[in-house]
């Protein structure tokens, strides 16, 4: 792996958006329009991703190599505007190690209010 | 709108983004922007609200994150870039681009430092520039806008004003139309038409729907012709000709679902097959936006000319012409007329009638009433924008105050005048544009919300919507501000000592005065805008409080109308028809519903009274007299339904109708003015044009506004309908079940008598009476808006103002308090401050208000425009406004510490 543990720490907690946008890319690369469609269905419109946060978040994530862009999946049609990214293994990283912690705080919020 | 714009439009916002986001995702995101339009926008007004919003929402969210977040990052970790960014001023030149862009950022960043500040400058801002793009929108579609014709400038309206006879216009004779058409020269086309109503049968059923008998030459004066088909052509207006009919595209499409093969066919028109010729273009409605259909007026060229005048005309000026010279040419024409067409005018006439003729544009004509209103709302959301402007303008200079040191310190850097200009300039423009963006979103909202609540009549409404010009409009507000608020802080910055202002930036001394003496004018100007606002909607309120007081002559409440024509060709007679009505009246009488039941031509407020010739005989002096008033025509059970009340005499009996014995009711007004101070009942009167016999007046009435609430109640005679012979007429009910069972029992009775006759216009009459006075409250309601922002506004500036002078003067009152002055005496100084400025404002206001109100005497009723009562307490209630709004800095200044004030100095 390319990545150490310290380089993912440095990055939690994600933002809500940069969450969505990696569990959107969980199982296949994406258009931005298609992780902005995807993120709104998943959070049921609540985080409400624009262009403009998508994109910033994008840039963003290309900066820390959450995401990298890649080839179009074949079968799609080509429109030359359109960038597909996909998830790094940092990316996934992130999200797993993002995952744990929310699972440990779940996990802490659930035992207090059984006892 | 249309996504190209929109498009365009996010192009320009994309500028605002970071170079890096911009060139690595620009073209992504615009595709995703398009993408996302074209999926809301076909949900109409609403999809494209929400995708605005939304918009809007995205990039308010992303754009200061993205400036902000990178600053952040830097800071962490521990980068101090930030010092010595600012270039040496020689080489900025050469780089105008990116100092723009840095300037851009800077303001960005200083608006993220100070949301509060960006915040209410934006939205305050949106608030002017949104409701000024709605109300525009409103007046550019109704008032601006040319008509959906070809040069339609050029079309006229001419028609015969008669001062002899009365206020009314006259339409043109046929004689005098056939004699306009082939001596004019000013007009290159000129038509004539009739708006009947007509009944179409055959299909499901019968409906009752706007048409006009056209002569070919409407059409052609137009230059409108037929999508499908073919037009009327001279031919079709000879008599005896075979009857043809043009459709609306809408009523080809609703009643004969968009069959093209209907034409060459026939359609059941009043009872006689039509062969239909054609169809008209999508949204063509002339004159009216009811007219459904269109029918050849039956013209002959060669008929004695007759002085009887049916006819609306429309005319189009030659190439060049204007109205003058049309009215000049026509005037000549006219007064040719008793010698060229001696059959219908003699000089007599012409001396009695002042037999006139007037030309008016079809636009002036379209929207004459409606245009003064409207100016007037457009002229107060303007003032409500200057008021946003004003107290934008008044952060921007106390921010400017605050600023001082960095602005001294840039300038000892090096930078000159012009930097700073752009750097100021920059944080204005972005500022402004964040408000007009907003601005639109809210325009969006407002229009929507302004067709929802307009009242029906209000010309055009239909084809409202924020477009491209209001958009247009939008922006020059937008720049306008952005100039206003960007350049006055900037115009005091003076050519003074750089040291000087290091100075003043270390001390909070005495300068600034010249500063304080703006934003007080501002104050000022903002409490006499507002206190104009106030009036006009203080008014207004009066004039609807009024309207709604006005005995209306009749009680609207749980009276059913609606309007029942029968096919003339469908009975053998007048007499026939007259029988259909009297069983329609006898069978809903009869319904255990139906409380009461009257029959009438000329409802009141929805139609008018024919104010025609009649003669009045049994006068005080014994003789009689012909004179023109008010003929309404009307049934028994008519006067009791609507709730006349009877002031004499009796209401109209079946018998009345007899042609052996008639009998009138008369008005109150009426019975004064020609039979005063003696009983009226027995007299004698008859409508002069149907050489009847003498009617005997059986009953008088209450006065009734006939013509609606604003209307004065004019004298008024009431005859048998019988005598005008209808083939339809407006039936009332009154009766306690709800609308759809008294309708569904109206139907059953008069289907049973002929399935043939169509209910129409089939509303409560309380409805009637709230559509009549829905105008003057669309108006007030904008203007109360208005109004209510202007007083907020002026709160803000006048808190906004004393608040900043009371931290500023926070060392002189901490002196005074460390003097031995108590602290009511400093609240009352400051507070005094306050009310200073309110009173200048409010006389300044006073003044203006007093200047304007010509303006709007027009849409008053029952007050006087110079009402005493609201101007005291738009005075009084200002007044208070700015008491609460300087009360809490004078509260605070009372409050202050002067250890602590001392302290900073």
Known sequence: MSHNDNEIASLLPLTPVVFHILLALMDEPRHGYSIMQEVNRRSESKVGLGPGTLYGAIQRMEDARLLQKTEPPSGEAADPRRRYYTMTDVGRAALLAETERLESLVADVRQRAVS | ?905
């Not at chain 2, 840095?102 to 500040?117: E, S, V, W, Y």
């Not at chain 2, 259909?293 to 189009?316: K, M, T």
């Not at chain 2, 601005?439 to 909202?445: D, M």
């Not at chain 2, 009511?824 to 006073?846: C, N």
């Open chain 2, 1 to 905: 709108m249309n996504g190209q714009l929109v498009m365009v439009a996010y192009r320009l916002v994309l500028r605002l983004y970071p170079q890096p986001v911009r060139a690595n995702h620009g073209e992504e995101m615009t595709g995703a922007v398009e993408a996302e339009w074209r999926r809301r926008a076909g949900r109409g007004m609403r999809g494209a609200a929400a995708f605005f919003i939304w918009l809007a929402v995205d990039v308010a969210r992303s754009l200061p994150s993205l400036y902000v977040m990178p600053m952040v990052r830097r800071i962490r970790a521990g980068s101090r870039r930030r010092v010595g960014r600012d270039q040496p001023s020689s080489r900025r030149g050469r780089e105008p681009v990116r100092n723009i862009s840095r300037d851009l950022r800077h303001a960005l960043r200083a608006f993220a430092r100070n949301p509060a500040f960006a915040v209410t400058a934006a939205v305050t801002l949106s608030l002017g520039i949104g409701a000024n793009t709605a109300v525009f929108s409103v007046v550019d579609r109704v008032l601006l806008q040319p008509l959906p014709y070809p040069e339609s400038e050029n079309l006229v309206m001419v028609a015969h004003p008669v001062p002899g006879y009365g206020s009314g216009e006259w339409g043109l004779s046929q004689g005098g139309y056939f004699y306009f058409k082939q001596n004019s020269r000013t007009l290159s086309d000129f038509g004539v038409y009739t708006s009947p109503m007509v009944v179409l049968t055959g299909g499901d059923r019968a409906e009752r729907v706007g048409a006009a008998a056209v002569s070919a030459s409407v059409l052609s004066t137009l230059q409108v012709a037929p999508t499908i088909g073919r037009a009327i052509i001279p031919e079709d207006n000879v008599p005896g000709a075979q009857p043809v009919v043009l459709l609306s595209h809408d009523l080809w499409m609703r009643r004969f679902g968009g069959d093209e093969s209907l034409v060459g066919r026939t359609i059941p028109i009043n009872g006689v097959a039509q062969e239909v010729i054609g169809v008209m273009p999508p949204g063509f409605h002339f004159p009216g936006q009811s007219t459904a259909l269109w029918v050849p007026l039956q013209l002959d060229p060669g008929a004695r000319a007759v002085n009887a005048h049916y006819y609306s005309a429309v005319g189009r000026l030659r190439e060049g012409g204007t109205t003058d010279e049309a009215v000049g040419e026509l005037r000549s024409l006219v007064a040719r007329l008793p010698e060229d067409l001696p059959t219908a005018y003699s000089t007599r006439f012409f001396d009695e009638s002042g037999f006139d003729v007037a030309v008016r544009t079809v636009l002036d004509d379209t929207v004459q009433n409606a245009s003064r209103a409207l100016w007037i709302v457009l002229g107060t959301v303007g003032l409500v924008l200057l008021m946003a402007c004003a107290n934008v303008a008044n952060l921007f200079l106390v921010r400017a105050e605050g600023r001082r040191r960095e602005v001294a310190l840039r300038a000892a850097l090096g930078a000159d005048r012009m930097d700073l200009l752009r750097h100021y300039m920059t944080e204005s423009v972005v500022l402004a544009v964040m408000g007009g963006v907003l601005g639109v979103c809210i325009a969006y909202f407002g229009v929507a919300a302004l067709v929802a609540v307009a009242p029906e009549g209000l010309p055009r409404i239909d084809e409202l919507g924020v477009d491209l010009r209001a958009i247009g409009v939008a922006g020059v507000c937008t720049a306008l501000a952005a100039l206003f608020f960007g350049t006055v802080p900037l115009l005091h910055r003076g050519d003074r000592d750089l040291t000087e202002h290091l100075k003043e930036g270390a001390r909070a001394g005495t300068s600034g005065k010249q500063h304080q003496r703006i934003r007080s004018s501002l104050v000022v100007s903002q409490i006499g805008i507002a206190l104009v606002l106030l009036a006009a909607s203080g008014l207004l309120l009066r004039t609807f409080r009024a309207l709604q007081g006005v005995e209306l002559g009749f009680e609207p409440q749980s009276v059913v109308t609606a309007r029942l024509s029968v096919v003339p060709a469908k009975y053998e007679d007048s007499a026939a028809v007259q029988r259909f009505f009297r069983s329609a009246h006898q069978g809903l009488e009869a319904l255990p519903l139906v409380s009461s039941v009257g029959m009438t031509l000329q409802l009141e407020i929805a139609d008018r009274a024919y104010d025609n010739a009649t003669d009045i005989a049994d006068l005080p002096d014994g003789g009689e007299t012909r004179q023109i008033i008010d003929q309404k025509f009307a049934g028994p059970g008519y006067f009791e339904t609507m709730g006349m009340r009877l002031l004499e005499g009796r209401y109209m009996e079946r018998g009345d109708l007899d042609v052996a014995a008639p009998g009138a009711i008369v008005t109150r007004a009426l019975a004064e003015e020609y039979w005063p101070g003696e009983s009226a009942i027995g007299k004698r009167i008859r409508p002069l044009f149907t050489r009847f016999p003498w009617h005997r007046v059986v009953g008088v009435i209450d006065d009734v506004h006939t013509e609606g609430i604003q209307q004065a109640a004019k004298p008024t005679v009431y005859f048998p309908y019988t005598d005008a012979r209808p083939t339809s007429m407006a039936v009332v009910i009154r009766s306690d079940a709800p609308l759809s069972t008294v309708l569904s029992a109206l139907q059953r009775e008069v289907w049973a008598l002929d399935p043939d006759v169509p209910i129409a216009q089939a509303v409560p009459m309380a409805r009637i009476v709230a559509d009549d006075m829905a105008r003057t409250v669309f108006t007030m309601s904008l203007l109360g808006l208005a109004a209510m922002m202007a007083l907020l506004l002026g709160a803000v500036g006048i808190y906004g103002v004393v608040s900043y002078s009371v931290s500023r003067r926070a060392s002189e009152i901490g002196i005074r308090l460390a003097l031995g002055a108590k602290a009511g005496q400093v609240g009352s100084m400051v507070l005094g401050q306050t009310l200073r400025l309110a009173m200048i404002g409010i006389g300044l206001g006073l003044i203006a208000a007093l200047a304007l109100n010509r303006v709007i005497t027009a849409v008053l009723f029952g007050v006087a425009s110079t009402d005493p009562l609201t101007f005291v307490v738009a005075c009084a209630l200002l007044g208070g406004v700015a008491a609460v709004a300087g009360f809490l800095p004078a509260r605070r200044a009372a409050r202050l510490d002067p250890l602590e004030t001392l302290r900073s100095e």
